[in-house]
């Protein structure tokens, strides 16, 4: 059965395009799933009214036109060469990456992004852009760091849970990749670092019970949604962004929440998964929970 909404891929002209296309067709031909490629180029100079020049685009604006173009047309011939069971889509949308990108992910079950790399139609897809997409976005939003651990080495699906009503978010997004990817999945709740054991004045006290008893009561009844999936489970004392980050060289997917404001507040991520979007050597996946 076709997916009612289809994963979005945010492209510019980067080699980082390049795998997240890559990356959202595997994903899409795992639940047949539409793919919708979008490159966003900036939006035209405005003039003074008075001067009756208002809207008239700037040469580089139309250069920037021709290139988001000719970026979309390559994905699609692309897309259509590596998958052709994969339903695939593309549009040159005028306007700026993020409010552009957030757009779309009120019609997407998931949003991908790529690289670092600036494109020649002048949008860094991660970085600001990705940070803000993903603290503003309607749905999952997985962001390229870097590549997923190969499979000589056994990867798996990381999500990191707390005590909170979050946590189930995250397991629901974690658990259905993990098994339509066929992966295990290991789920870590991080427990703050003892700072006198880490100065080395005394030994590692036990982790408390009452941490092990929520990691516990958060993926009660997860492996009998999901049979397929083998799971593991830590509780690790560390700075959350530290163990995360760790754990993301032997990760096919690291899933975090997004506790980021509202966009008329502010934009920012969380300081846990802003830090790991940074940070990450793998793919990272950010589940809104705002």
Same mark, same amino acid.
């Given at each position: 059965?076709?997916?009612?909404?289809?994963?979005?891929?945010?492209?510019?002209?980067?080699?980082?395009?390049?795998?997240?296309?890559?990356?959202?067709?595997?994903?899409?031909?795992?639940?047949?799933?539409?793919?919708?490629?979008?490159?966003?180029?900036?939006?035209?100079?405005?003039?003074?009214?008075?001067?009756?020049?208002?809207?008239?685009?700037?040469?580089?604006?139309?250069?920037?036109?021709?290139?988001?173009?000719?970026?979309?047309?390559?994905?699609?011939?692309?897309?259509?060469?590596?998958?052709?069971?994969?339903?695939?889509?593309?549009?040159?949308?005028?306007?700026?990456?993020?409010?552009?990108?957030?757009?779309?992910?009120?019609? %997407?079950?998931?949003?991908?992004?790529?690289?670092?790399?600036?494109?020649?139609?002048?949008?860094?897809? $991660? %970085?600001?852009?990705?940070?803000?997409?993903?603290?503003?976005?309607?749905?999952?939003?997985?962001?390229? %760091?870097?590549?997923?651990?190969?499979?000589?080495?056994?990867?798996?699906?990381?999500?990191?849970?707390?005590?909170?009503?979050?946590?189930?978010?995250?397991?629901?997004?974690?658990?259905?990749?993990?098994?339509?990817?066929?992966?295990?999945?290991?789920?870590?709740?991080?427990?703050?670092?003892?700072?006198?054991?880490?100065?080395?004045?005394?030994?590692?006290?036990?982790?408390?019970?009452?941490?092990?008893?929520?990691?516990?009561?958060? $993926?009660?009844?997860?492996?009998?949604?999901?049979?397929?999936?083998?799971?593991?489970?830590?509780?690790?004392?560390?700075?959350?962004?530290?163990?995360?980050?760790?754990?993301?060289?032997?990760?096919? $997917?690291?899933?975090?929440?997004?506790?980021?404001?509202?966009?008329?507040?502010?934009?920012?991520?969380?300081?846990?998964?802003?830090?790991?979007?940074?940070?990450?050597?793998?793919?990272?996946?950010?589940?809104?929970?705002?």
């Amino acid at each position: 059965m076709i997916a009612e909404r289809p994963i979005v891929v945010g492209i510019d002209a980067s080699a980082g395009a390049d795998a997240a296309l890559m990356w959202a067709l595997a994903d899409a031909a795992t639940h047949n799933a539409p793919v919708r490629v979008v490159c966003a180029y900036p939006r035209t100079a405005e003039y003074d009214p008075m001067l009756m020049w208002s809207g008239l685009p700037e040469p580089e604006s139309v250069h920037s036109h021709s290139v988001a173009k000719d970026v979309v047309a390559t994905a699609l011939k692309y897309a259509a060469a590596s998958d052709p069971s994969v339903l695939v889509q593309g549009e040159a949308i005028h306007g700026n990456p993020v409010p552009v990108l957030t757009e779309e992910s009120h019609r %997407g079950s998931l949003l991908v992004l790529g690289s670092r790399h600036r494109s020649a139609v002048g949008a860094s897809v $991660l %970085g600001s852009v990705s940070a803000g997409v993903a603290a503003r976005s309607a749905c999952p939003v997985v962001v390229l %760091g870097g590549p997923a651990a190969l499979a000589s080495e056994h990867p798996c699906v990381v999500v990191g849970v707390d005590g909170t009503a979050e946590s189930e978010l995250l397991l629901t997004f974690a658990f259905d990749h993990a098994s339509r990817h066929r992966v295990p999945l290991r789920a870590l709740l991080v427990w703050h670092p003892d700072l006198l054991a880490t100065m080395l004045w005394r030994a590692e006290p036990a982790v408390p019970k009452r941490a092990e008893l929520w990691l516990s009561e958060a $993926l009660a009844g997860w492996s009998e949604k999901y049979p397929d999936v083998e799971v593991h489970s830590a509780v690790i004392r560390d700075h959350p962004a530290a163990a995360l980050t760790a754990w993301s060289s032997s990760a096919q $997917l690291l899933v975090v929440g997004s506790r980021g404001r509202h966009a008329l507040v502010g934009t920012l991520l969380g300081s846990v998964s802003q830090a790991v979007l940074h940070h990450a050597t793998c793919p990272v996946a950010v589940v809104p929970t705002h």
